[in-house]
């Protein structure tokens, strides 16, 4: 009897302590919105509060690289879903990005510009120089100025724009790593669903550069943009569920994951896999993504462990080596980016809300410069 009421008292008070810190989490979660404006100033977009309607386009205290970081005059900046996710107001993203305010105030991934500055080691900066024009992976992008450990950076081949160079970084790796993931080989027949979104079209071109036979999925206003990029056959989503059709699959890159395991196995070859690419990009909602995830990384991955088709999941890693393939294939001509618009810094909010309702077609673009004052 007395063990029990000890176990009670013991639970109810581990339940208020974790109430209490829940709360006290959440009212110092803040961010750097409030910091005082010292010195140089920049542009930028700012995230103070959760909601794509809430960016502000604002004067920031301007970046500074440490001792092991460079300086990037930002010139073009891309947008991806994951910006979109960070900034959603949604209990799910709270608990990733920051309880009561968004942690990180700057915004965008992919960068493309010329290094203005150096830290006091440059080795540890990757042994970039002022004046070089680089492309890659950094933290807020969306500025005048970035800094970057020059970890995610190569140089930009000469022939690229950096608006095409800023168009690369995420969803090119996503498409390369993923389609390695997918052990592809010349000759297979790859489906590609979610083929016209910014990881789509990459990989429909590089599937296609490795000798895939490669069937794209996408709406109807979309045919001739999968076709332009070399996709051998297309299947309209809205007209045709590609699960129900007698075609087999080596490998599904799948950007969307909108079908269950046993319908995208019905389609597979015998040993095909299935590379749980992305849960359907920027218009997905929050309800309809968990539900993805859990039906796809949980219930999918978890069932092909007892068949010989793979679901495979994977996260894509910032390599310097796959950056400077993707350049090389870029200046070779053998990939070429799809740019649906370009949008001023002043402009990136609206931007921001077009791909939040999901229908961007290729990569939205952010240019900045002189122009963009
Ligand atoms: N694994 C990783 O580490 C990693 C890294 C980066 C991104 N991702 C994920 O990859 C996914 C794709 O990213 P993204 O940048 O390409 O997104 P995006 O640019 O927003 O494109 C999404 C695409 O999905 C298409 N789509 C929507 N509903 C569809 C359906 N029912 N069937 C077929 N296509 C449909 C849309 O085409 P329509 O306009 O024709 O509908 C759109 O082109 C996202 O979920 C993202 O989170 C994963």
Redesign the pocket.
């Known amino acids: 009897m007395r063990v029990k009421r000890i176990l009670k008292w013991s639970a109810a008070t581990i339940l208020v302590a974790l109430v209490l810190l829940g709360f006290i989490a959440y009212w110092t979660s803040t961010n750097d919105c409030n910091a005082p404006i010292r010195g140089e100033v920049m542009k930028a977009i700012k995230v103070c509060e959760y909601g794509v309607d809430r960016l502000q386009v604002a004067e920031v205290n301007k970046a500074v690289p440490s001792d092991d970081q460079v300086l990037i005059k930002v010139r073009a900046a891309s947008l991806?879903?994951?910006d979109v996710f960070m900034i959603r107001d949604t209990w799910f993203g709270r608990l990733f990005f920051g309880l009561r305010k968004p942690r990180d105030t700057g915004l965008g991934r992919d960068v493309a510009g010329q290094v203005e500055a150096v830290g006091k080691n440059p080795a540890a900066a990757g042994q970039f120089k002022p004046g070089d024009e680089v492309f890659g992976v950094c933290g807020a992008s969306l500025a005048e100025y970035a800094v970057s450990s020059g970890r995610g950076l190569v140089m930009k081949p000469s022939s690229v724009s950096f608006e095409e160079a800023a168009s690369i970084p995420?969803?090119g790796l996503?498409a390369l790593q993923?389609l390695r993931e997918g052990n592809i080989q010349s000759g297979q027949k790859v489906l590609v669903?979610?083929a016209?979104?910014?990881?789509?079209t990459f990989a429909v071109q590089i599937a296609k550069y490795l000798g895939a036979e490669v069937t794209a999925?996408?709406?109807t206003?979309?045919l001739d943009l999968v076709r332009s990029i070399g996709a051998d056959h297309v299947i309209d989503?809205t007209k045709e569920d590609f699960t129900k059709s007698d075609q087999r699959y080596d490998v599904i890159f799948d950007?969307?994951c909108?079908h269950s395991f046993f319908e995208r196995r019905r389609v597979l070859t015998a040993k095909g896999i299935c590379v749980l690419?992305?849960?359907?990009?920027?218009?997905?909602k929050e309800g309809q993504a968990l539900g993805r995830i859990a039906g796809n990384l949980f219930t999918a991955r978890g069932l092909s462990s007892f068949t010989d088709q793979k679901f495979a999941q994977?996260?894509?890693k910032v390599s310097k080596q796959d950056l400077i393939l993707l350049g090389d294939l870029l200046q070779a001509g053998k990939v070429r980016p799809v740019i649906e618009r370009t949008y001023k810094l002043n402009d990136a909010p609206k931007a921001i809300r077009q791909?939040d309702a999901?229908?961007?077609?290729g990569k939205l673009v952010i240019t900045i410069g002189e122009e963009s004052r």
């Open positions: 991806n879903a994951l995420l969803a996503t993923g669903n979610g016209t979104g910014g990881v789509g999925v996408c709406s206003r979309n989503y950007n969307v909108n690419a992305g849960m359907g990009g920027a218009g997905v994977y996260m894509t791909l999901g229908h961007a077609r």
